[in-house]
């Protein structure tokens, strides 16, 4: 972008073309008052307040709707300029029923800065009397409050709600003197299009609205804020914890706009799913079972039992019949830690992480074709690419600040959207073209489109002679997928496959987003090596803003996976079955390696069954709701000769332990997160964890210690620099160089910089490698007795198993219950009303939950998200696992229902 030489009092700058007046001053340091501007926003000017004099140019000029230019000469502060200002805020203050020493926004309100600026007089602080109660659409709602008497009508709120989040939830109701901010028609909050994303909080310059459950609990001058990650989903928010210093308490999370990677976008959870942190559930000390009940125990006597019975066992059994989970809710420190206990202590690699439930074959298939089994570029790439192709995933509810960039590139920079899912998701309302496919059949259309661009000779043939090897086998292997036989397998019309391949084909830059509903299939490597295909035939990886781009579901996975908590690989993806490096583990953890590649989560699972698993040792995982086939897993649990769970919770997993080993939570602790764009984040301690509660690394330090290999570092930080020492993709990392924004790997040595996107010139693996993928259907399909097809998944309001989220009152109130969508005229057919009690089978088990009757999923399919533990999905799906990454078929299965009530009235 080129630049522009400009004067802004008397002062000569440089700023870029395209900028406003506004924009140019405040990247320079020179504040120009504003009320209503955010950078997330179009202006508006509607303040007044940035008025500004432009030589040669008369009246005054609103700066932030002024696009500067050469040669212009401004004047930001005049007596003139003053004059307004000052007549503009007293005038604010005639309508503002608000008490700036008693507001909770005291200290961090823009009003409130400027008339003590521009020296408004003692009588506009007076308190104001209210007319009238708060009584509007946000009466009722835990999650937010709108106090009319503190709004100026800046607009702000309604403007994110329409341009960034794209809710359109909020308006402006009444005239004059009367006008507020409310929903369309007055509807209660919940019951409109708000999603509860808090966007409206963050850009509201006066503390009109406002967190709820933050109200009284301490004014802004007052709260301590620490930056740190979210702990949800993979996007990796950065948020600010308002900590009040009289209680230690989280009173609420905001965000700064300009960090990255979020611009101070959070959602409902990263904004109002703080609560956990202070629950009373939490666990304070260590518990061990006995005689069928928990008693707390002192630390000493816990890891003292544990490294007992471990070495017992160990010995009785050898160290392969020991297994340990890793988490991707716990830090990269923490999973090193994990992962180099059951290695060097004990002896095995039995090590595996909730990855395997979620994104194994991404790592398995984009390793095959790239030599890397990361996302290939970064999130704000997705703004500028010209198609985005979305398949398997429900961005706007499983990584929504993602979705808002995808939303932006169709909305603001005319990008193509295609998007294939077999529900009717919210993206598609942006889409040009929606392929609703069967569950299960993404290989059949991925090969047809491939089919169509060959066949129609769209192929970047420059990248795949250069860049590539294998083609010729998948010319070969898709010659006969046309769209019309692909319509047969999958329900996609021929026609819509045409036009996507081409649509996708022509694109100057074209992205690939997908997620679980790609990866949870028995040919879930299949998936994404199809894709890989894709983006190889079209030349569209390499560069920015093109590539494949798997999202990460939890906050860590993609860090979890790059520290070994896997059983193939050590710290970095470097093969556990390579001698040379084995051996510099063994030289930089001082003990003999195994060499062969260790079980699976639900190769685990099995194990136990027939008696070669005889410990468990889990950190921060609950496979008692997230594994498939619930009643499998939890006999395993339940039989298994010795279990240890590390938690924040007594969780669903925790209440078959042995012993529970209390743990901070990560707003109690230092450490580090990895993004799903491969971007290292610190992870900060704000307030004090409950009780006895300990980092999860120490403990392991303890038992591994106690067991007779001692681990010990002074910090977190330590181990990073132990991680930095034998995983070159983390070379360069350290505490100190990503203290303000975080580093994406590879990033080798001290001074590199970064990597923003993946395989620029050269793949990972050297040459990227087309694979030749068959078709094959899921592992269990539709029959008479079960005739329709199960797919699980996320939805907006919980997290993963919900023992985080459904602890917060704001998203409870939104979400109470789990559910089961099912097509209108399917419902018609089983007698089903919305909101009946339905009993919902498989051949794994039955579950009771609620029907929601409606078109978002086609006949004959039925969706459950699976965070509830009542009605709980997943004692329902497939444990059958992908040959290739052995992640189990969570997304596919044969199904039926019917309605309890009238089975009971009958």
Same mark, same amino acid.
């Given at each position: ?555 860590? *996975? ?8 896997? &059983?193939?690989? =050590?710290? +970095?993806?470097? #093969? !556990?079955? @390579? ?120 403990? *392991? ?8 290999? &001692?681990?010990? =570092?002074? +910090?977190?930080? #330590? !181990?990073? @620099? ?120 498989? *051949? ?17 399919? !039925? ?44």
């Amino acid at each position: 972008m080129s630049q522009v030489r400009l004067t802004i009092d008397d002062r000569e700058i440089v700023a870029e073309r395209g900028q406003t007046v506004l924009e140019a001053a405040l990247a320079n340091g020179i504040d120009i008052p504003n009320l209503c501007y955010d950078p997330r926003l179009s202006p508006s000017g509607s303040c007044r307040l940035c008025l500004v004099e432009v030589e040669g140019q008369a009246p005054l000029q609103t700066s932030c709707a002024l696009e500067i230019r050469d040669g212009l000469v401004v004047k930001t502060d005049t007596e003139e300029i003053r004059q307004i200002r000052q007549t503009i805020l007293e005038l604010l203050f005639a309508e503002h029923k608000g008490h700036c020493t008693t507001c909770d926004e005291n200290g961090q309100c823009k009003l409130q800065e400027y008339a003590y600026e521009y020296g408004l007089g003692e009588d506009a602080f007076a308190e104001a009397t209210r007319a009238k109660p708060i009584d509007n659409y946000t009466t009722g709602n835990l999650a937010m409050e709108y106090d009319p008497g503190k709004c100026i009508r800046c607009g702000r709120c309604v403007r994110i709600c329409d341009e960034v989040q794209m809710a359109h939830a909020l308006t402006f109701r009444d005239r004059a003197a009367e006008v507020e901010v409310s929903t369309a028609f007055d509807v209660p909050l919940n019951e409109s299009t708000c999603v509860l994303c808090g966007q409206c909080i963050s850009t509201c310059p006066t503390g009109a609205l406002y967190e709820r459950s933050a109200k009284g609990q301490g004014q802004a001058k007052d709260l301590v804020r620490t930056r740190t990650t979210c702990p949800y989903c993979g996007v990796g928010c950065q948020i600010d914890l308002n900590v009040s210093p009289k209680t230690g308490r989280i009173v609420r999370a905001t965000s700064e706009v300009g960090c990255i990677p979020n611009d101070g976008n959070l959602c409902v959870k990263g904004r109002f799913g703080m609560e956990f942190v202070g629950h009373p559930d939490r666990l304070t000390s260590p518990l061990i079972k006995r005689n069928g009940k928990f008693e707390k125990v002192t630390w000493q006597e816990a890891i003292r039992t544990v490294a007992e019975r471990l070495n017992k066992i160990k010995a009785e059994s050898g160290p392969d019949s020991i297994a340990g989970l890793s988490s991707a809710k716990c830090t990269n420190e923490e999973n090193y830690i994990l992962q180099k206990f059951i290695r060097a202590a004990i002896g095995t690699n039995n090590v595996d992480h909730c990855a395997r439930l979620c994104h194994a074959s991404t790592v398995a298939g984009l390793a095959r074709a790239f030599g890397s089994g990361a996302m290939t570029n970064s999130n704000e790439e997705l703004k500028d690419a010209r198609c985005i192709f979305v398949i398997g995933s429900n961005t706007t509810e499983a990584h929504p600040v993602i979705a808002l960039a995808i939303k932006e590139a169709v909305v603001k920079n005319a990008a193509t959207l295609i998007v294939a899912d077999p529900r009717d998701i919210e993206l598609v309302r942006y889409a040009k073209l929606h392929l609703q496919q069967r569950p299960g059949t993404d290989v059949a259309l991925i090969n047809a489109m491939l089919h169509v661009i060959i066949s129609e000779s769209l192929p970047d043939k420059d990248f795949i002679r250069e860049r590539t090897e294998g083609f010729e086998l998948v010319v070969e292997a898709v010659k006969d997928s046309t769209p019309e036989k692909a319509e047969k397998i999958t329900g996609v019309p021929a026609e819509a496959i045409r036009e996507a391949a081409r649509t996708y084909a022509q694109a100057e830059t074209a992205s690939i987003v997908f997620s679980m509903g790609i990866t949870q299939h028995t040919t879930g490597t299949d998936n994404v090596l199809s894709l890989a295909n894709l983006a190889m035939l079209t030349g569209n990886v390499g560069k920015e803003s093109a590539g494949v781009n798997p999202l990460r579901g939890q906050n860590n *996975v993609q860090g979890a996976c790059d520290l070994g908590a896997l &059983p193939n690989v =050590y710290p +970095g993806y470097q #093969k !556990i079955e @390579d001698a040379a490096i084995r051996a510099k583990f063994e030289k930089a953890w001082g003990t003999k390696l195994a060499d062969k590649t260790g079980l699976t989560i639900v190769e685990m699972i099995h194990a136990v069954e027939q008696g070669a698993v005889k410990a468990l040792y889990l950190m921060g995982e609950n496979p008692a709701l997230s594994d498939p086939n619930l009643n499998r897993t939890r006999k395993a649990l339940e039989d298994v000769e010795f279990l240890v769970s590390q938690d924040i919770f007594l969780s669903e997993t925790a209440q078959y332990a042995d012993v529970v080993l209390p743990t901070a939570c990560f707003a109690e602790k230092e450490g580090t997160f990895t993004n799903t764009e491969r971007r290292v984040q610190r992870v900060r301690k704000a307030v004090e964890p409950p009780g006895e509660a300990r980092d999860d690394w120490q403990i *392991v330090c303890d038992v591994s210690t106690a067991m007779g290999y &001692p681990m010990q =570092y002074d +910090g977190a930080d #330590k !181990i990073m @620099d132990e991680i930095a020492s034998v995983t070159p993709i983390y070379g360069g990392m350290s505490y100190d160089r990503i203290e303000s924004v975080g580093l994406q790997w590879p990033c080798p040595y001290k001074d590199h910089p970064g990597t923003k996107f993946l395989h620029k010139g050269k793949f990972t693996r050297g040459k990227g490698k087309f694979h030749a993928v068959p078709f094959r259907e899921p592992a269990e399909t539709p029959s008479k007795k079960y005739p329709l097809i199960l797919s699980t998944g996320r939805q907006l309001y919980q997290y993963h198993t919900g023992t985080l989220t459904r602890r917060s009152r704001a998203i409870d109130q939104k979400s109470p219950t789990g559910y089961v969508e099912i097509n209108r005229r399917d419902a018609e057919k089983y007698a089903i009303e919305n909101g009946d009690s339905v009993e919902v089978s498989t *051949v794994r088990g039955k579950v009771v939950t609620q029907a929601v009757v409606g078109d978002r999923v086609p006949q004959g399919r !039925i969706f459950m998200p699976f965070h509830f533990a009542e009605g709980p999905a997943n004692i329902l799906t497939n444990d059958a696992l992908d040959p290739i990454a052995k992640i189990p078929e969570l997304k596919v299965c044969a199904a039926a229902i019917k309605n309890v009530k009238s089975e009971l009235v009958g």
